[in-house]
């Protein structure tokens, strides 16, 4: 199986912060890599997918890039709706797996 | 509206069995494919199974294999999840989710998910 590893696993931030999370996979994935933030008590929510194509409906603030192993995912200026956990998965292999999750929480 | 509902989750002892159904609507179910995803209690997502449009083709993680099996009924635009041999680890929050195919290639994005049904494992 592709193992997916997230760094941070928690950050503290403002409102108004850039904040950036890394997704690495075990093996190349090409660019089959997705995003996803996940509230409270609530099913995660599609973010980006193909590593950097925004989701219908999502705030361009938010942004991804990368390819082969390595992911980002950046907020510009967080909202404070951004406060939540958010996980990558790779979509490369029919045994999907998803990143451990990286909860971004109030300074 | 795309809309999945799972239901089907409770309490269950140890080694028992239960099934979960996700009833869809708003979109061509026989079109999709469908998975379910589990959340245990404070931790992260974990892809369970798979299954293809036509209901053929399946996959399983391995924590599964062997004592889950995922199914759809098209004609009523319900999947399921029969589970047995049931163990604690298996106590999770169970998503399900729908995703497209080619016949190249899934996207395996889930763009739409269900509100979870609860399963807990314990005596």
């Known amino acids: 199986d592709i193992q997916m590893t997230q760094s941070p696993s928690s950050l503290s931030a403002s409102v108004g912060d850039r904040v950036t999370i890394t997704c690495r996979a075990s093996?190349?994935?090409?660019?089959?890599l997705n995003w996803y933030q996940q509230k409270p008590g609530k099913a995660p929510n599609l973010l980006i997918f193909a590593a950097s194509t925004l989701q219908s409906g999502v705030p361009s603030r938010f942004s991804g890039s990368g390819s082969g192993t390595d992911f980002t995912l950046t907020i510009n200026s967080l909202h404070p709706e951004d406060f939540a956990t958010y996980f990558c998965q790779q979509s490369y292999s029919s045994f999907v797996t998803f990143g451990p999750g990286t909860k971004v929480d109030f300074k | 509206e795309v809309q999945l509902l799972e239901s089907g989750g409770g309490l269950v002892q140890p080694g028992g069995s239960l099934r979960l159904s996700c009833a869809a609507s708003?979109?061509?179910?026989?079109?999709?494919?469908m998975t379910w995803v589990r959340q245990a209690p404070g931790k992260g997502l974990e892809w369970v199974a798979s299954?293809?449009?036509?209901?053929?083709?399946?996959n399983y993680a391995d924590s599964v294999k062997g004592r889950f099996t995922i199914s759809r009924d098209n004609s009523k635009n319900t999947l399921y999840l029969e589970m047995n041999s049931l163990r604690a680890d298996d106590t999770a929050v169970y998503y399900c989710a729908n995703y497209q195919c080619s016949p190249s290639s899934c996207s395996r994005k889930y763009e739409y998910w269900g509100q979870g049904a609860l399963v807990t494992v314990s005596s």
């Open positions: 093996q190349s994935i090409s660019n089959s």
């Open positions: 708003g979109f061509t179910f026989s079109t999709y494919a």
């Open positions: 299954v293809g449009s036509d209901g053929r083709a399946t």
